[in-house]
């Protein structure tokens, strides 16, 4: 199958700086890459769409201006949690979709603010 | 509303026996897709097993299969001859409209799965 990759898997940051996650599709071109928010014991939270060349579509109740995502190649999506608090600590995970049928995840990210 | 509903917070089962986990779904839009997704402790997302609405038969992917039931909404996962290897959150997820809309998946709450010697 096709290969998505995450970096970090996992990072601790201190309270108040930013924090950038990079996804990218290793053997494909992801037009659309989608990032998830996943707390503990919970199911994945779609945080927001991201498409090649254009800003990202975000779902309400998330902060575009907090959780910046940018889409600026067919193989690479990133997302800053910009001024991270202890309540951003979370699981983010992206996926891109290739053809018809599938989606691929990347490993996540874990991220702990202290 | 919910869109994706497994009803199961945590299933038994033993080695080599065979385990369903449900889930169904609801949407009005005709076209649409179901995956199965496992996720173990580490929180990668393994994708096991697709059916697509249109799909006249049931998808199967090696011991996975899926029993697509369309009147009654449902897509349960059936695993057989599980391993201890099996044990982990099983998701189920749907992705509405045309499969080249782009569209997100919607995720039930999961089920987790402990596979027992």
């Known amino acids: 199958g096709a290969v998505v990759s995450q970096h970090p898997s996992w990072v601790i940051c201190k309270s108040g700086t930013s924090v950038k996650i990079e996804c990218r599709s290793l053997?494909?071109?992801?037009?659309?890459m989608f990032w998830y928010r996943q707390f503990p014991k919970q199911s994945l939270m779609l945080m927001a769409t991201?498409?090649?060349?254009?800003?990202?579509?975000?779902e309400q109740g998330v902060e575009k201006d907090k959780f910046l995502i940018n889409h600026a190649s067919l193989t690479l999506s990133t997302l800053t949690v910009t001024s991270a608090h202890p309540e951003d600590s979370s699981f983010y995970i992206c996926?891109?979709?290739?053809?018809?049928?599938?989606?691929?995840f990347g490993q996540g990210t874990r991220l702990t603010v202290v | 509303a919910q869109k994706i509903t497994q009803t199961q917070p945590g299933m038994f089962v033993q080695e080599k026996e065979a385990v369903t986990l449900d889930c169904t779904y609801d949407?009005?839009?005709?076209?649409?897709?179901l995956f199965w997704y496992k996720q173990p402790s580490s929180g990668e997302m393994i994708f096991l097993i697709y059916?697509?609405?249109?799909?006249?038969q049931n998808a199967t992917e090696g011991r996975y299969s899926l029993n697509f039931q369309k009147a009654r909404k449902s897509a349960n996962l059936v695993i057989s001859a599980s391993q201890l290897g099996d044990s982990a959150m099983y998701f189920c997820?749907?992705?509405?409209?045309?499969?080249?809309?782009?569209?997100?998946?919607?995720f039930g709450k999961g089920t987790s799965l402990l596979v027992t010697p």
């Open positions: 996926s891109a979709k290739m053809g018809n049928t599938e989606a691929f």
């Open positions: 053997d494909f071109q992801a037009t659309t």
């Open positions: 991201s498409n090649e060349g254009s800003k990202a579509t975000y």
């Open positions: 949407t009005s839009d005709p076209s649409y897709g």
């Open positions: 059916q697509g609405s249109y799909d006249q």
């Open positions: 997820a749907m992705r509405e409209g045309r499969s080249n809309s782009g569209y997100a998946l919607n």
